[in-house]
């Protein structure tokens, strides 16, 4: 088990750009969370995937991002016409509801400066 | 959404010292998650609580679940400078998201 991985690690953009996050969830975990931190504060949610399905959404979640995990499996984060507000550490974070057991385990995080 | 206070800020220690951080919530939580950040890296878990009034130790770490649901503490015993970091708990109720904390920026000075 390799833990949770996210690619890039480091993302540098033009404002007006779009970009692409990808996260691979710990294997066999149904769950999948993306969430967003901003310096000195706490992660944010942003959405979440049980299976395939997008299950929640933040109000964060402005028209101009999207998630698809389509096979259950990996997820992907887009963010079309990148701006600077958007600057900021993107995490994923798995978990396997297995009885009460609820752990999450988060990634690296991609870290996206748009300039 | 929900807000999770976490105290102190930020804590300035001797090596050797036990730490003691509290997270608060106006919501009630069924699942209490407390998480350990370096800069530039994602969250480690450190302690996962699932019932009211559970102590549950890691280590030198020891969490609780306070009975009101409402709360948790952290504790770390004889703090080492490897325990500099930001902690945050984290709070769960319906099996849903997450909700963090503000965190708590521990300095552990040799």
């Known amino acids: 088990d390799t833990g949770v991985s996210q690619n890039p690690r480091h993302k540098i953009t033009k404002r007006g750009q779009n970009v692409t996050f990808r996260c691979d969830p710990i294997?066999?975990?149904?769950?999948l969370y993306w969430y967003r931190q901003t310096l000195g504060q706490g992660p944010e949610f942003l959405t979440y995937?049980?299976?395939?399905?997008?299950?929640?959404k933040s109000r964060l979640l402005s028209d101009r991002f999207s998630a698809e995990r389509p096979k259950g499996s990996f997820s992907t984060l887009e963010i079309q016409r990148t701006e600077q507000g958007d600057s900021a550490m993107y995490l994923c974070?798995?978990?396997?509801?297995?009885?009460?057991?609820?752990?999450?385990?988060f990634g690296q995080g991609t870290r996206l400066t748009v300039v | 959404g929900q807000q999770l206070n976490q105290s102190p800020q930020s804590m300035f220690i001797q090596e050797g010292e036990d730490v003691s951080m509290n997270c608060t919530s106006s919501s009630i939580f069924n699942t209490w998650l407390w998480y350990k950040q370096d800069p530039g890296e994602g969250p480690v878990l450190l302690i996962a609580l699932y019932k009211a009034g559970e102590l549950t130790s890691n280590g030198r770490l020891t969490a609780q679940f306070g009975i009101t649901r409402k709360d948790s503490f952290l504790n770390i015993s004889a703090s080492i400078p490897s325990d500099v970091g930001i902690y945050f708990c984290?709070?769960?109720?319906?099996?849903?998201?997450?909700?963090f904390g503000t965190g708590t920026s521990l300095t552990v000075i040799p």
């Open positions: 294997s066999e975990h149904n769950r």
């Open positions: 974070a798995s978990s396997s509801r297995y009885g009460l057991n609820t752990e999450a385990f």
């Open positions: 995937f049980q299976n395939e399905a997008q299950l929640e």
């Open positions: 984290a709070g769960q109720l319906t099996g849903n998201q997450f909700y």
